[in-house]
C-alpha cells in the first residue's frame, strides 16, 4: 500500500502539471481573442463615428436646404402679394375708368 501512495502523488502531480499547462493555453488562447476582438470593436467603434459624423453632416445640409427653401418659399408668397396688391390696384383703376366712361357716355347720351 505504502508503494501506492507515491505513485498515486506522481499520478496526481502530473495531473495538476497537465492542467496547469491547459490552463497557461487557455490564458494564451484568451489573450489572442481579447486582442483580436479589441482590435475589431475598435475598428467598429470608428465606423460607427465615421457614420455618425457622416449623418450629422448630412443632416446640417438638409437643414440648410430646408432653411434656404423657406426663404426661397417666402420670397415667392411675398412676390405674389405684392401682385395680387397691384392687381387689385389695376382692377379698381379699371373700374373707375369704366365708370367715368360709362357716365362719359351718358351725358352724350
Known sequence: ????????????EARSEELERELNEFR??????????GG??????EQI???MEEAEQKRADAD????ALVKQFRSVKETCVKLEEENADLMI????????MGSED????
Open 64 to 67: 440648410a436646404k430646408a432653411e
Open 1 to 12: 500500500m505504502a508503494s501506492r501512495r507515491p505513485d498515486a502523488q506522481r499520478v496526481a
Open 49 to 51: 463615428w465615421a457614420r
Open 106 to 109: 351718358l351725358k352724350k347720351a
Open 40 to 45: 475589431k470593436i475598435d475598428v467598429l467603434k
Open 28 to 37: 494564451v488562447q484568451q489573450a489572442r481573442l481579447e486582442a483580436s476582438l
Open 93 to 100: 383703376g379699371m373700374v373707375g375708368d369704366n365708370s367715368e
